[in-house]
């Protein structure tokens, strides 16, 4: 079975998937833009379970339950601050992709859905970000079986549009 890739316009916090990956910062205690939104919706005691974890590296993910949200668990990673694109911040990115599907995946997740890490407050540019998205989710689920669809969750309109023109470019097809 070969996994699908999605992009919809809409809040993460409202979607009913097995995961849903936040973009945090390396504290993991929480903050503005998406972070923010999903502590808010989880409620406290996702707060409690970040603390135990004691912060994450940038490129790196951890994994929680999802408490009030309608998703089971939150994936956390901690995408890269654009410093102008020669501080490995492409890589970084891309390790933040890979990193959050093989923790969902050893989870046994059949959905999960990625909000557009860094491109927020951290300033990276939309379009290479969602292209680093695309391909390296493609190459991270070529060869497995038991996920069956990651949603690429945009809250803008701009963003959704970028998404499904690199989703139908042919050499994305896989
Ligand atoms: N659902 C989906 N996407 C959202 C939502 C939402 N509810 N809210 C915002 N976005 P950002 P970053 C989009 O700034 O750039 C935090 O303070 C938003 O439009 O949330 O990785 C953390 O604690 C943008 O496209 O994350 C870190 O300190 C995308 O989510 C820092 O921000 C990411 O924007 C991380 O910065």
């Known amino acids: 079975m070969t ?3 999605q992009a919809i316009r809409g809040d993460i916090t409202s979607l ?3 995961a ?3 973009a945090a910062n390396s504290s993991l205690l929480g903050g503005g833009g998406v972070d923010g939104a999903i502590h808010r919706a989880a409620g ?3 707060l409690q379970e970040c603390r135990a974890l004691r912060g994450c590296d940038t490129g790196d993910a951890k ?3 999802g408490y009030r949200l309608p998703a089971k668990h939150v994936i956390h990673t901690v995408g890269p601050v654009w410093q102008g694109g020669d501080h490995n911040e492409a890589g970084l990115l891309a390790s933040c992709y890979r990193q959050s ?3 969902a995946i050893n989870a046994g997740t059949r ?3 990625f909000p557009c890490i860094s491109t927020g407050v951290y300033g990276f540019p939309a379009t290479p970000a969602a292209r680093i998205a695309v391909e390296t989710v493609q190459a991270s689920v ?3 079986a038991e996920l069956e669809k990651v949603i690429f969750c945009c809250f803008s309109e701009e963003d959704l549009k970028l998404y499904q023109q690199i989703l139908d470019e042919p050499e994305s097809l896989g």
Do not use: F
Request: overall charge neutral; hydrophobic content about 45%; cysteine-free.
């Open 3 to 5: 996994t699908k890739l």
């Open 16 to 18: 009913s998937v097995d």
């Open 20 to 22: 849903i990956v936040n």
């Open 44 to 46: 406290p005691e996702l």
């Open 63 to 65: 994994i929680t339950k």
């Open 101 to 103: 599907l093989k923790l």
């Open 111 to 113: 959905t999960i859905a």
């Open 142 to 144: 070529a060869s497995d």
